[in-house]
């Protein structure tokens, strides 16, 4: 970790001198869940197997800043700072029924009570990512190629449970669970990119994450995974555009 913010610095401190350089902004929505690994024969396994059953993937968001300083005629590296929201949901429950329903001995439903109900996971992290990418030949649009890694930091889960009459929060912090809170992820990503001004880009791209890190201590590995689409603006730093600058 000591060696990858190193890294992060001595790319910053080329951009100074860069001879190409941009910085993005960009928004994103994901489709995350998790991976279960775990031993079939193990008793012990069982009930996270069927409560694992019931989970079903959710859309979560990620946005944040980019920068990209040019290495080579059609390489850029890439790193930044997002915020990002992953998880996933808990199944569906229908047809909840409460003792006050049934005092009587017959079933008189009451409007004023959930019957149905569904519990959902957002967690949410500070993402570094540190990427290669390869900018094919440029047309009207510029098609690339991402591969690279992102180190994020659980911040805290915001549990949320929704009813057919309500929705409530409750934030948990990092530091009261169990998971672990630093996060190595490996990052694929493709897209498009169109100059809309001289200096000014837009693009778009799928992209797919996988947590090589497992997200608790446990005999069962859980690794987070998603998979979404980001868009985005681009500044293009040249050193005419710093030149300009130092002579204003």
């Known amino acids: 970790m000591k060696h990858f913010f190193h890294l ?5 401190t080329l951009g100074l001198n860069a001879q190409d350089s941009s910085v993005d902004v960009m ?15 193990d008793p012990s396994t069982n009930f996270m197997v069927e ?14 800043l980019n920068y990209n300083h040019k290495i080579g005629e059609h390489k850029w590296i890439k790193t930044g700072l997002r915020i990002a929201d992953l998880g996933y949901k808990l199944g569906l429950t229908t047809d909840l029924v409460w003792p006050s ?13 959930p019957h149905e ?17 390869y900018e094919f030949k440029q047309t009207k649009w510029t098609p690339f190629v991402e591969m690279g890694v992102s180190t994020s930091l659980f911040v805290g889960n915001y549990k949320q449970q929704v009813t057919d009459i309500s929705s409530d929060f409750k934030y948990e912090p990092a ?22 001004t001289e200096n000014l880009q837009v693009f778009i791209q799928p992209s797919f994450r996988y947590h090589l890190t497992a997200w ?8 987070l ?24």
């Open 216 to 223: 608790q201590k446990s005999t069962i590995r859980e690794h």
């Open 8 to 12: 992060l610095i001595l790319i910053s």
């Open 225 to 248: 995974t998603n998979g979404g689409i980001e868009i985005g603006v681009r500044r293009k730093i040249t050193n005419t555009t710093l030149a300009q600058k130092t002579v204003n």
């Open 101 to 113: 329903e049934l005092e009587t001995g017959v079933f008189i439903f009451d409007p004023s009570l």
């Open 117 to 133: 109900i569904q519990f959902i996971n957002n967690l949410i992290f500070i993402e570094i990512p540190l990427a290669l990418r």
């Open 175 to 196: 530091s009261s669970t169990s998971q672990r809170n630093l996060q190595m992820a490996a990052v694929f990503s493709f897209g498009l990119i169109q100059d809309y």
């Open 27 to 41: 928004l994103g929505l994901d489709y995350s869940f998790r991976h279960l690994y775990f031993q079939a024969d």
């Open 51 to 64: 409560a694992r059953a019931a989970e079903a993937p959710s859309i979560n968001a990620r946005f944040g």
